[in-house]
């Protein structure tokens, strides 16, 4: 598949052309976007308002752009203003009050109050096709999501693609496929192994797999083994 930048129009989102079969832009290879999402680190509070960002853009732009829309054809998924019979055009309720400062400015200073809600679209199943089919750069990103992605669903992207990991090492294809696949026809088109994996990547979902088989033998809380100190998990072989 090639990727190729856009003649005129206002779009970053990359050209896609797929009778095309090699290469993407140079700067969709950057790793810098997958580093693994450390919880520690994570500040829910400050993470909202770029969330909302990135659901008012993908709402209000992204998805009445050309490529977007093209892009989403591929990947068989629905936009959320072509969804019957209750489309969303937009992440403004009707009848909103112009003027009246977005939930995530720093007028409104809190969270949202009820009269003032956007319109609720999950965008996990987005990011989930995109992991999927191999097309989760961050050109691609940053054409669905906008100029806040890595901020604003960079964590959950980090989290996609591991389950997808944990997906394919638990599950056979057919078994993973109807894992991503979704109603009203928009089954997944084909699956790629994921794309961009680095090692820190891999290290963090070992990890995380190894936590999620220790508690399958219930080795947590009191049971749950000696830790170490670099990797925070006693590496379990699978078959123990």
Same mark, same amino acid.
């Given at each position: 598949?090639?990727?190729?930048?856009?003649?005129?129009?206002?779009?970053?989102?990359?050209?896609?052309?797929?009778?095309?079969?090699?290469?993407?832009?140079?700067?969709?290879?950057?790793?810098?976007?997958?580093?693994?999402?450390?919880?520690?680190?994570?500040?829910?509070?400050?993470?909202?308002?770029?969330?909302?960002?990135?659901?008012?853009?993908?709402?209000?732009?992204?998805?009445?752009?050309?490529?977007?829309? &093209?892009?989403?054809?591929?990947?068989?998924? !629905? %936009? /959320?203003?072509?969804? $019957?019979? +209750? @489309?969303?055009?937009?992440?403004?309720?009707?009848?909103?009050?112009?003027?009246?400062?977005?939930?995530?400015?720093?007028? &409104?200073?809190?969270?949202?109050?009820?009269? !003032? %809600? /956007?319109?609720?679209? $999950?965008? +996990? @199943?987005?990011?989930?096709?995109?992991?999927?089919?191999?097309?989760?750069?961050?050109?691609?990103?940053?054409?669905?999501?906008?100029?806040?992605?890595?901020?604003?669903?960079?964590?959950?992207?980090?989290?996609?693609?591991?389950?997808?990991?944990?997906?394919?090492?638990?599950?056979?294809?057919?078994?993973?496929?109807?894992?991503?696949?979704?109603?009203?026809?928009?089954?997944?088109?084909?699956?790629?192994?994921?794309?961009?994996?680095?090692?820190?990547?891999?290290?963090?979902?070992?990890?995380?797999?190894?936590?999620?088989?220790?508690?399958?033998?219930?080795?947590?809380?009191?049971?749950?083994?000696?830790?170490?100190?670099?990797?925070?998990?006693?590496?379990?072989?699978?078959?123990?």
């Amino acid at each position: 598949m090639a990727y190729h930048p856009q003649q005129g129009g206002g779009s970053s989102f990359p050209m896609f052309f797929p009778q095309r079969t090699r290469g993407f832009a140079p700067e969709a290879a950057s790793s810098s976007s997958f580093s693994p999402f450390r919880e520690n680190q994570f500040d829910i509070l400050e993470w909202y308002p770029q969330f909302q960002s990135c659901v008012r853009y993908f709402l209000d732009h992204a998805q009445y752009d050309g490529p977007i829309q &093209a892009m989403a054809a591929f990947i068989n998924i !629905q %936009l /959320p203003f072509q969804k $019957s019979p +209750n @489309p969303i055009a937009s992440s403004r309720l009707a009848g909103s009050s112009p003027g009246v400062p977005s939930p995530s400015s720093p007028a &409104a200073g809190k969270l949202p109050m009820p009269n !003032q %809600l /956007p319109a609720c679209v $999950s965008l +996990n @199943p987005y990011i989930r096709r995109l992991v999927a089919t191999g097309f989760d750069f961050p050109g691609v990103l940053h054409g669905f999501f906008g100029d806040n992605w890595a901020l604003g669903i960079g964590h959950i992207h980090e989290v996609e693609r591991r389950n997808y990991l944990f997906a394919a090492k638990s599950s056979s294809w057919l078994d993973v496929k109807s894992q991503y696949d979704m109603p009203d026809g928009q089954s997944v088109p084909f699956l790629r192994p994921l794309q961009n994996v680095t090692e820190k990547e891999i290290v963090s979902a070992e990890a995380n797999w190894s936590q999620w088989l220790a508690m399958q033998d219930w080795m947590i809380g009191p049971r749950n083994p000696e830790v170490d100190r670099d990797t925070q998990i006693v590496v379990k072989d699978e078959d123990d």
